[in-house]
């Protein structure tokens, strides 16, 4: 009897050990391959657990720093950039593919000229294009990238650009396999790269069953050391109310993107930590200036004067997040602090519509997603508080609640008139909103949601990226700004904290301004 008693003693340990680390997020991600996607949801889904980049960002130190790049040089003129590849880099071996070689230039290569070349027999693969490399405009930027040598590959520009390594860092900017591409091309199949990724990243895919759950098990062979987890899950949970019952149950032992209802509940839970940092985020109404009449400038001037954004941080936020008057957080240096939100001013409001030929008002649409995230906890109070408002000054705005992926698919292709959307810069520059919201470009990628089009304030994006002069950056950060709040492009809601709520005993995670996620280090007694 006493041996048979030891018998759990001794695999308790051992099955505590091989416990899944359980995630509940918010949404399902639109796809696996990241570069035809805009969404968070989906960067959080393939980027982060599955992929690596050249280079990432540091967000503790506001840095650059090597990723699958070892080292890089810069030319003096700045028009070449030169990656060192690190050595014996592989790639995920899963039941649909077997690599038969490591991480080359060939990979780098393949993996840029696929978006940047029409010619390139991948190019058509994604039926919904390159938004972030369209918007960012790589396309004219890289004149070439060249494979020097195996382990070494080299960026060509056709002018100078401060914000390009930064650049890097993003999730589109993710290496893939062409050994794998190769294969999948021989057997007639390219669209399972959006189903079956592969990466160089911490964990490999395993299964997505839409709308529940996505598996990935820890890759035994990263580069960086193999994660704490054996396994990961996301628990797809789009209640956030659920995503918290689910985490005081153990059922998982992370949940992103609470409420702030849900935060402050959580602070009197003593299984329960909550982990926060102030967001490189905006949250905001996007007004399809090609849709008239939100054509007219005193129109969506009159929307901002109209909206009471006091009530909204007070109900949607509760309070945790800041109000915005722009797109940028107010901490960043790219800020014009002398812009203040538009106040709330029912009478100038009527008055702009009556100018504008409105004087009896109009109908609209109010487009916004079912489930809560960071930047919009509370979708149909936010939703329903704009509805009201604009009742006040004879807009009659219904109210149509889309689920996620088709809000994204449609958003992109410019359907809507008022857009509740959020934006996630990452890397702490600038640029990160103004090229991808507001620059040209981004109108025909899908992800300039206000769909404006200006050649003043297409230069001023251009040249600002185009300087490494600090100081000069600024200059025309600021004049983009007041164009943007001239023209009042958006209704800035807000700026949000970012909040994870944990289970006490979690350690190795780090909860990200920028929205991203890294579970390769998180380990939990």
Known sequence: MQRLLLIPLILLPML?????????????????????????????????????????????????????????SVSDDGLAYTFTLR????????????????????????????????????????????????????????????????????FELNYTEATFLASLTMGFASIYSAEYAEQLQKAGTPEQLNQKPIGTGPFVFKRHDKDSVIRFDANPHYFAGAPKAERLIYAITPDSAVRVQKLKANECQIAISPKPQDVDAARQVAQLQVLETPAFMTAFVAMNSQHPPFDNQQVRQ??????????????????????????????????????????????????????????????????????????????????????????????????????????????????????????????????????????????????????????????LIADAKRTSDSKQRTRLYHAAQRIVHEQALWLPLAHPVASVLVRQGITGYQVNPFGRHDFSRVSWK
């Open 302 to 459: 009159a929307i901002n004067l109209a909206f009471d954004r006091q009530a909204y941080l007070a109900m949607v936020f509760g309070n945790s997040g800041q109000s915005a008057a722009g797109p940028l957080p107010a901490t960043n240096w790219g800020v014009d602090k002398t812009i203040s939100p538009y106040p709330q001013n029912l009478a100038k409001a009527r008055k702009l519509l009556a100018d504008a030929g409105l004087a009896n008002g109009f109908s609209t649409t109010i487009w916004v997603r079912p489930t809560g995230s960071v930047l919009n906890p509370n979708p149909k109070a936010g939703a329903e508080l704009l509805q009201a408002d604009l009742a006040k000054i004879g807009i009659k705005a219904e109210v149509k609640v889309i689920e996620w992926g088709e809000l994204i698919k449609r958003g992109k292709a410019g359907e809507h008139d008022l857009l509740f959307m959020g934006w996630a810069g990452d890397n702490g520059d600038p640029d990160n909103f103004y090229t991808p919201q507001f620059g040209c470009a981004a109108v025909q990628s899908g992800t300039n949601f206000a769909r404006y089009c200006d050649e003043k304030l297409d230069k």
């Open 16 to 72: 505590a050990t091989a416990r899944p680390l359980t995630v509940c997020t918010d949404a399902s991600p639109e796809g696996f391959d990241v570069v035809q996607y805009n969404s968070l949801v989906t960067t959080n889904a393939s980027a982060d657990p599955l992929m690596n980049r050249l280079v990432e960002y540091d967000a503790a130190s506001g840095r650059v720093v090597p990723g699958l790049a070892e080292k890089w």
């Open 87 to 154: 050595p014996k880099v592989a790639f995920h071996t899963t039941e649909y593919f077997k690599p038969k070689r490591g991480l080359t230039a060939d990979d780098v290569v393949f993996t840029f000229e696929r978006m940047l070349n029409p010619e390139h027999p991948w190019f058509k693969t994604a039926p919904n294009g390159y938004p972030h490399a369209r918007s960012m405009q790589f396309d004219k930027l890289i004149k070439a990238v060249r494979k020097i040598d195996q382990q070494t590959v080299r």
